[in-house]
């Protein structure tokens, strides 16, 4: 009789809400076709180069933040809880974090196999390998976490599938926001220093820092060592887990099982 | 924890409340329940809509809190002991949903991958009579296949208290019949069920105890025949103006609706000094009845508010 976690129910419960994920052609389509779109960014500007690389990759990190796991987590819980799934469900003995985690889980392994398989397909196209491996998959699961715990803080106030095209708003723009400002060279340093908090470009720089070695927003020549990325990374990593942290606050506040009356 | 009572209780409510929405706005609905179910025994919670049937329930299943009372379910509480409860209780909501694009062998399946003890797939399908239908999606299926299933995950993991919200709204007949031969054969398997209905002769047929259930507040409680008890037998007829006041065992004459109603507590004794003194005035009593009292004339007079007989609201104190 235990109190704790059932990791065989939730992965069980996983697998289900992976086999329905692709009998929905769409959203099948949205996490795993649509992220790997911007690798095809590899092939335009000089083949091998360090920014072509950081543009391609930051932008694949984050259209697979935003649909694999943001929007499609965010999507699949509206719609159970609409449907009164979750309410059934919530009457045996699954736990609710059992139920949070499987809804997550198709998505998010979804996001680690691709961003995993971003380095040989990159590699493919001339790209070098990750100048700091470790430093690239920890920004890789921080990402998966945080924007978890932003589909499901948004879950509490979307009123319905439909609904959540709208109220994904928000955080899409949130996230976009830097990874765009880092297209943009000319910019003031009190606007990029701003920016830089923002979840989205702490992401793109850990990128930028972690797999491509580049100092700094304006770099475009790998020059950090293995162990100078640690060092760039401490203001990022920061600020990506105090938004992971704010998420999952946020969410965990805010939970809610059953449609508005 | 006292267990020293004769029978044990696997369900026991103190003064259960629950509160929707706060300040102003607040609405209560539940107002101070208490509730025993019997061990191996079927009770049905009987209420119009709206009369806090599926607000108590919920406290029971866990699903919600309780404003203030004292809930057991099988002897713990339904929040904290919910590890320990689900495993041994199965409930069906009112409304639930699936996912659409399961097939109804995948939804079953899926369900007993969450279970502890679960029987076998194939044994809920013939038991739900839902084999000719395993392969179909859910979304195809009608409402009262879509309700088999739901109750083919409530009895799977052979639970031994089994909560039921209104099983039967929304089935055609026949296959109300069938889930009362089901709902039957749990408790004489030993299984203790409390259901809720607003269909009197569900009640009347599956239950060995009935819980009326009124303005958030149980107003009668016991075997059908004693909430009957004490409540008055009716004749009707056609308005007819000059019937004797002092007609023997009457409680008292209405006319309304173009028909006199005579209340009684002494039925055959009414009827024969009222014939007798329609044969003597050569009056004729079109459309005559003469009705025991029933569930249904207790139960339509709480729901109108006008219950002739106090609730009994000690009796749980007594029992």
Known sequence: MTDRISLRRTLGLARWNAVLLTRNRLAAVYAVVLPLLPLLLLLAGDRGAEATGAGAVVTMFLVTALFPVYYNVLAQFVNRRDELVLKRMRTGEVRDAELVASIALPGVLCALVLTALAVPIAAALGQSLPVNPLLYAVTAVLAVVMFTAFAYWTAAWTRSAEAAQLTSMPIIVLASLGPLASSMPEMSERLRDALSLTPGAAMADLVRIGWFGLDGPGADQATLSFAETWGQAGQPLAVMAVWAWIAITLARRSMRWEPRG | ?319
């Open chain 2, 1 to 319: 924890m006292s267990t020293n009572a004769g029978s044990t209780s696997a369900v026991r409510v103190r003064g259960l409340r629950r509160t929707y929405g706060q300040g102003a706005s607040a609405f209560e609905a539940v107002r101070g329940v208490d509730l025993d179910v019997r061990a191996g025994s079927i009770t049905a919670l009987l209420g119009t809509n709206g009369a806090g049937k599926t607000s108590t329930l919920e406290v029971l299943e866990g699903l919600a809190p309780a404003t203030a009372g004292e809930v057991r379910v099988l002897g713990l509480d339904p929040v904290e002991g919910r590890a320990a409860i689900r495993p041994r209780v199965g409930v069906l909501l009112q409304r639930s949903g699936f996912s659409g694009d399961l097939t109804v062998r995948e939804t079953l399946r899926l369900w007993s991958e969450t279970l502890t003890r679960p029987r076998p797939v194939d044994e809920m399908l013939a038991l739900l009579d839902l084999e000719h239908r395993a392969g179909v999606h859910m979304t195809a299926l009608s409402g009262g296949e879509t309700r088999r299933v739901d109750l083919a995950c409530t009895l799977m993991g052979s639970p031994e208290l089994v909560i039921l919200d209104e099983p039967t709204t929304g089935l055609d007949p026949e296959s109300r019949r069938a889930v009362w031969r089901l709902v039957s054969g749990l408790r004489d398997e030993g299984a203790t069920v409390l259901l809720t209905t607003h269909y009197l002769e569900e009640a009347e047929t599956l239950a060995d105890r009935l819980e009326i259930l009124h303005a958030g507040q149980i107003v009668r409680s016991g075997t059908p025949a004693e909430i009957a008890q004490g409540h008055p037998s009716t004749i009707e007829f056609a308005r007819v103006d000059g019937v004797p006041e002092q007609l023997a065992g009457a409680r008292r004459i209405l006319h309304d609706h173009g028909r006199t109603t005579v209340e009684t507590d002494a039925l055959q004794r009414s009827l024969t000094d009222l014939l007798d003194w329609a044969a003597r005035h050569d009056v004729a009593l079109d459309g005559l009845e003469a009705r025991s009292p029933s569930l249904e004339s207790v139960f339509l007079s709480i729901a109108d508010g006008g219950d002739p007989v106090e609730p009994v609201a000690a009796e749980g104190a007594v029992r």
